[in-house]
């Protein structure tokens, strides 16, 4: 391989996490099992007419079938699962088969519940080309569709048999997806704090540099190491995983409302922003933190304010559908600076209100 | 507990397989967490309105719902799948809920996979009303739909909480239903041989006495076991488990061709046969066997010829959706006696064809 790489290794599911630059027409080489198999890649119309003939070069010498589905997360439902199960059956693919998944979480998602309950489970490969997706949305296993409004609620916990993120896939984003990126990217900071707060910091300040591709092999690395160690410490979200949904509570509310309204990492920044006002209201995290973030957010690009437009109530009444519901009870991350949040079921109605109604900023 | 009981403590998913006498009222006796748990428990009509008053009985100090589907296996679809998706979510039913599979393998399978894949996984209990489920389908966590005229093609490997086998619900099955369950039976002796082997031989003579309680719960334990061996060893079906499908390459594919002609036990009985004189015809089992073999199954009171109507063109290109298919091969679990199983990619066409025709019967 001519790039630079870095290679993670992960215990659950043993597996390896590959970022690079242009590796994407490398994976045969390194991973030389794929001579082999017979291979169906999944990918949308879009992300294929960009990407598809740089990795089907490099998969010259095996057996490759592929299928395309319309882009956009809502394609990520039960129809196109159908389609992607109909082409298998009718295409003769068996238990044997390698599914790999080339484009966003959305591709990510639907591909990589398709492997874990067609026949049973398959194996599959991510091979993430958005900057959401290298950093968050294909490490750690978990697949889902949409189910009507509801999101990911239909999903297993099934790991990939390898993730490959090749930056150079970053260059053809539209700037709007690229951002969104960093909606994930932030949350990481804030779960970790310490040396990448400090970059995030940096990065994230008027005026700074642009990131070279070293930066940001470093950054998707980085990211991808913290939610490895969540994803490996509690696998089926059980216990300390759940911390991974910070600001997600209200993200996932959101995009339930106003569906294609905003991108996931969109809306992650708005919840990333709501979860800090929560915990600033609530006098956990001191208003400095609270004004950086903000900073951070609008710097990157992204929103950070629930519309004024929305009913508070219709998207406090959507939350009661989240999937960290314990014992009638929702949960909340809050955080009290960068590097240490924590899961709280006992945040009172009226403070939950206040800042989804928004007029309390302060 | 009053009754009789014995228990299998299960390595995977570490689990217990509970086999006794009127235990069916007793769940929350011995498994004092569900006191607390908020339980769904799904039925089908004709079971629920046998046993569920009873189950019900038992739980009584639980938040328990029920939600009751049509019988039978052509309902073990996505429809059905989408039905008990909507019950959870219309009634907020949340990530902690535990399900409770109330009937035959149908209602363990269909639950069982609703279970692995609503909000990526929550807790089941098996409790098998039939012989063939308490023998085999609820034992070892294969669970699934059937997708078009495809068997099982959609579906997880997911071990459930516990397994509760209540021999009472035995006495209200039809007799056919009953006897089905010996399909399973007898390929566990098949596959085992030794004393279980020489146990059926003698329960399934002609004019042998009729079972006790006792020896039932002794045959059903010993099917559990054996089958929890198998998939211990190889949960994912990866290599020796495979050979739990003796006889289901053709049960499977005589089910698609001709659905509800045959209970599935019927369809393992034929299939078990059809093994048998494939193997017979590849000069492996000796013509005793075959006829000691076709000798249980008619005591049993089960069919074990393929109808002569039937196209063996049809029925072998039906087999090409075999879930066992591997490097584009079919798979064959042959025997060369009663306890020596073994998988077979190489049977010759012609040889199939003799089979699946039926004339060549000895």
């Known amino acids: 391989v001519k790039a630079e790489l870095r290679t993670l290794q992960v215990r659950e599911g ?110 599959f490969i991510q091979v993430p080309t958005t900057l959401l997706a290298q950093v968050d949305a294909a490490i750690g296993g978990k697949t889902a569709i949409n189910y009507g409004v509801h999101k990911n609620m239909i999903g297993a916990f099934y790991q990939p048999a390898a993730v490959w993120s090749d930056l150079r896939c970053l260059q ?7 951002q969104a990126g960093w909606g994930e990217i932030i949350k990481y900071g804030l779960l970790a704090g310490g040396d990448l707060w400090e970059s995030l910091s940096h990065y994230l300040s008027p005026n700074a540099a642009p990131l070279n591709d070293t930066g940001l092999i470093d950054l998707i690395y980085q990211c991808a190491a913290i939610k490895v160690g969540f994803v490996e410490a509690d696998v089926r979200e059980e216990a300390s995983r759940v911390l991974l949904n910070l600001g997600h509570t209200f993200a996932h509310a959101l995009e339930a409302l106003c569906p294609e309204k905003w991108l996931h990492g969109e809306a992650v920044a708005i919840g990333l922003y709501s979860a800090a006002l929560l915990s600033y209201q609530l006098r956990l995290l001191p208003s400095s933190f609270l004004e950086k973030i903000k900073t951070m957010i609008i710097t990157a690009g992204l929103p950070y304010q629930i519309p004024a437009s ?4 219709a998207l406090i009444t959507q939350m009661q559908y989240d999937k960290k519901i314990q014992s009638g009870r929702l ?32």
């Open 310 to 313: 929305l009913d508070p109530t």
């Open 172 to 178: 053809t984003l539209p700037t709007r997806v690229y």
């Open 331 to 362: 949960r909340f991350i809050l955080l009290r600076r960068p590097g240490d949040c924590f899961v709280e079921s006992m945040v009172p109605k009226d403070v939950l209100y206040d800042v989804v109604s928004s007029a309390t900023c302060p």
């Open 14 to 123: 043993s597996y390896s996490i590959y970022v690079g630059h242009g590796i994407l027409s490398e994976l045969q080489v390194l991973q030389p099992e794929l001579r082999s198999a017979r291979i169906l890649v999944v990918s949308d119309t879009l992300v294929a007419s960009l990407w598809l003939p740089t990795l089907l070069e490099g998969l010259s010498s095996a057996d490759v079938g592929v299928l395309t589905i319309n882009p956009g997360e809502t394609n990520k439902n039960q129809q196109t699962l159908y389609d992607i199960y109909d082409h298998l059956l009718q295409n003769h693919y068996h238990r044997d088969t390698i599914l790999i998944a080339l484009g966003g979480g959305v591709i990510g998602d639907i591909t990589g519940f398709t492997a874990a309950t067609y026949q049973r489970g398959i194996q």
